[in-house]
Antibody
Framework: QVQLVQSGAEVKKPGASVKVSCKASGYTFTGYYMHWVRQAPGQGLEWMGWINPNSGGTNYAQKFQGRVTMTRDTSINTAYMELSRLRSDDTAVYYC????????WGQGTLVTVSS | DIVMTQSPDSLAVSLGERATINCKSSQSTNYLAWYQQKPGQPPKLLIYWASTRESGVPDRFRGSGSGTDFTLTISSLQAEDVAFYYCHQYYNTPWTFGQGTRVEIK
């Protein structure tokens, strides 16, 4: 069965970077785009972008252009999302998600940005 | 981008009564999912392809609609159904979501 297991919670200072991992299993990792979605406290769901694990190609939401980098390591079936120049309003739960007929989601990673 | 508009923003329903949530898409799609989210938990998939119930989801949850107009119906509200509910289109990039509907007990 499809499983997406994310890395643990992070606390970062403003201006720092954070890198969240998402280990995939139960399907062909290189066959399906990996999306990243975030949810700020008390807010809705916001799409950040996707990576094509086969080619490494990416497509980022305009809001995050220049601050987000999505990468992957096909040898360990893992996708990464790095967000730089963190601000307090980047405090959120970050999810990886993909679709194989139906959407599957990771468990989420809480990133707290605080001085 | 496909804009997803949910209504209402919140809903209070008596136990055992029906709850209905609507979602309107700015473009036609049938790659439409419904999620339930409780505090501190990730979204839980209830319905995909607009009307297919995910395995293990109680049959009081029903998705309907096609094209641009979709509905999630909880036929007999239970206490454990108190949560936020979101619609999601995964047909086009960017993925887009409704703003969420809060369901409470009246």
């Amino acid at each position: 069965q499809v499983q997406l297991v994310q890395s643990g919670a992070e606390v970062k200072k403003p201006g720092a970077s954070v890198k969240v991992s998402c280990k995939a299993s139960g399907y062909t990792f290189t066959g399906y785009y990996m999306h990243w979605v975030r949810q700020a406290p008390g807010q809705g769901l916001e799409w950040m972008g996707w990576i094509n694990p086969n080619s490494g190609g990416t497509n980022y939401a305009q809001k995050f252009q220049g601050r987000v980098t999505m990468t992957r390591d096909t040898s360990i079936n893992t996708a990464y999302m790095e967000l730089s120049r963190l601000r307090s309003d980047d405090t959120a739960v970050y999810y990886c998600a993909m679709e194989v007929t139906i959407p599957y989601w990771g468990q989420g990673t809480l990133v707290t940005v605080s001085s | 981008d496909i804009v997803m508009t949910q209504s209402p923003d919140s809903l209070a329903v008596s136990l055992g009564e029906r709850a209905t949530i609507n979602c309107k898409s700015s473009q036609s799609t049938n790659y439409l999912a419904w999620y339930q989210q409780k505090p501190g938990q990730p979204p839980k998939l209830l319905i995909y392809w607009a009307s297919t119930r995910e395995s293990g989801v109680p049959d009081r949850f029903r998705g309907s609609g096609s094209g641009t107009d979709f509905t999630l119906t909880i036929s007999s509200l239970q206490a454990e159904d108190v949560a936020f509910y979101y619609c999601h289109q995964y047909y086009n990039t960017p993925w887009t979501f409704g703003q969420g509907t809060r369901v409470e007990i009246k």
